[in-house]
């Protein structure tokens, strides 16, 4: 009996457990960029680039699923590193939900489109960024990465009363076709884009010594 009790209290905590988590991590990834005391020239292209995904975002508002916002995130970690593509994903999410709306899915997609950023810096660290075909599979797969994360804010509200495994496959069923959607999506804007903004972005790379 004392350790149903214990587990009812577990799933009870389980949503402020799970928010607590996501803003400790997305603190720890604000502090470690912050204290690398990065420079103008390093903070420019990510506001920009925010500034970019966020229009964007509010753009293709009326197909939530189909928007560039994920490929310019991949691009900017690709291209100018890891810790920058988290920075232009997670400061996307925060400045376009400030028009869209803010809400407990705020921070959760915050860090998903910051570790799918983050994500595409380490395969550009591996050398694996030159590949469009490769992008255009990591652009696929992000979008579930991207869904794996944003969508367990569902979990997080609907396990305040009962967490089942039932629940978590229900979420993950439910957004599965717009998750895959999404993907389809991010795949074309990676064809459109990648080779425009990856040449502009090499530019600016060389000439001021950004990123790769």
Aim: aromatic fraction near 16%.
């Amino acid at each position: 009996m004392e350790g149903q009790n214990g587990c009812d209290k577990l799933k009870a905590n389980f949503t402020i457990i799970s928010f607590a988590g996501v803003l400790l991590i997305l603190a720890v990834f604000f502090i470690v960029f912050e204290r690398r005391k990065p420079k103008a020239k390093e903070i420019i292209p990510i506001a920009v680039m925010c500034a970019v995904a966020s229009v964007s975002r509010v753009i293709f508002n009326f197909m939530p699923q189909v928007q560039p916002v994920t490929v310019i995130v991949i691009i900017m970690g690709a291209c100018f590193g890891k810790q920058s593509g988290f920075m232009t994903g997670a400061l996307s999410a925060l400045v376009s939900n400030m028009i869209l709306g803010h809400g407990f899915w705020t921070p959760f997609q915050m860090l998903a489109w910051g570790i799918v950023g983050f994500v595409a810096g380490i395969f550009a660290d591996m050398k694996l960024s030159g590949s469009m075909v490769f992008m255009c599979i990591y652009a696929f797969i992000s979008a579930l990465l991207y869904g794996l994360i944003a969508d367990f804010w569902t979990i997080a509200f609907m396990a305040g009363e009962n967490l089942t495994w039932g629940i978590v496959l229900s979420v993950y069923s439910a957004g599965l076709l717009f998750n895959i959607v999404h993907g389809i999506g991010n795949v074309v804007f990676m064809i459109v884009f990648y080779k425009i903004f990856m040449e502009k972005f090499e530019r600016i790379s060389e000439k001021y010594g950004v990123g790769y």
